[in-house]
């Protein structure tokens, strides 16, 4: 069974930083573009980061310069390391597969910016 386990957010004043982790079963992280998305309360999912199994990045624009996306095979594990957080980060944050995400979503884990 698929299954994805987001962790590491929280409370963060402006400016700040985290880095979340995601620990994915193997029979989806080996060989796939993994992603993290983002939901704000009131909007759609959006996709902020990409990594492809070979390693090649891309970010929204929103996000370029601050987030830094990442991943370790060995242990099944994505990485999302987040600087200079601004508000409109806020969010709860989830990873899945790239281009196309799989049906089974984890928790996510909330990240707040704010003073």
């Known amino acids: 069974q698929v299954q994805l386990v987001e962790s590491g957010g929280g409370l963060v004043q402006p400016g700040g930083s985290l880095r979340l982790s995601c620990v994915a079963s193997?029979?989806?992280?080996?060989?796939?573009?993994m992603g993290w998305y983002r939901q704000a309360a009131g909007s759609q999912r959006e996709l902020v980061a990409t990594?492809?199994?070979?390693?090649?990045?891309n970010y929204a624009l929103s996000v370029k310069d601050r987030f830094t996306i990442s991943r370790d095979n060995t242990q099944n594990t994505l990485y999302l390391q987040m600087t200079d957080l601004k508000p409109d980060d806020t969010a709860v944050y989830f990873c899945?597969?790239?281009?196309?995400?799989?049906?089974?979503w984890g928790q996510g884990t909330q990240v707040t910016v704010s003073s």
């Open positions: 193997r029979s989806i992280f080996g060989g796939s573009g």
């Open positions: 990594i492809s199994a070979g390693g090649s990045v």
């Open positions: 899945n597969t790239v281009p196309r995400p799989t049906g089974n």
